[in-house]
């Protein structure tokens, strides 16, 4: 991190808009379309970095550390969240090949579902199904194999299944 003496208005400015668009772009496919959700996440994420870059400076990769904090933030939303709907009928048949975004109630089912998971095993399924990352670019990325993010894909898909299956349960849901 660079040191707080070296942060400065038009620094933050300067990330600022350079990343706003990635970061909503993320935590609204991670809403499901709730726009108003999409906007306090977003809003929330930039005041904590305000707030923790002013007293420890701005991180190596700012961006990382904001979807970090947008993520966890989720995270924590959907943790305290009552599940009011229920996935659609066929929906544990159509993961991985569907988007959660393509349905609201399906997205808020499969983000409490993730928001359940291991930060890691969430990560990986998000670089892969929601970023579109290709098993190279997340090997390249955590550096380790091909191979090894192959295997850490399926477990994370065997988790999410499970936790799935027991949300479907919850919300009264057929499998």
């Known amino acids: ?6 942060l400065s208005e038009s620094q933050i400015l300067l990330i600022y808009r350079e990343s706003i668009d990635s970061l909503y772009g993320y935590v609204s496919r991670k809403c499901g379309g709730d ?4 906007e ?12 923790e870059w002013r007293r420890k400076g701005v991180p190596d990769e700012p961006i990382a550390w904001l979807t970090t904090v947008a ?3 989720l995270a924590s939303y959907f943790r305290r969240r ?3 709907s229920v996935a659609p ?4 048949e159509a993961l991985p090949d569907r988007r959660p975004s393509e349905s609201s109630d399906a997205a808020a089912v499969v983000d409490h579902a993730l928001a359940q998971l291991p930060v890691n095993q969430a990560q990986i399924l998000e670089a892969f199904h929601l970023e579109d990352r290709r098993t190279a670019q997340i090997a390249e990325s955590m550096g380790v194999s091909e191979r090894a993010v192959e295997g850490r894909l399926r477990r994370a898909r065997q988790r999410l299944r499970r936790e799935l299956e027991a949300v479907m349960r919850i919300a009264g849901g057929k499998r």
């Open 89 to 92: 009928d066929g929906m544990l």
């Open 1 to 6: 991190m660079k040191g707080k003496s070296d």
């Open 35 to 38: 726009r108003s959700l999409a």
């Open 71 to 73: 993520r966890n933030l």
């Open 40 to 51: 306090d996440v977003t809003q929330e994420t930039w005041l904590r970095a305000v707030r």
């Open 82 to 84: 009552p599940l009011t």
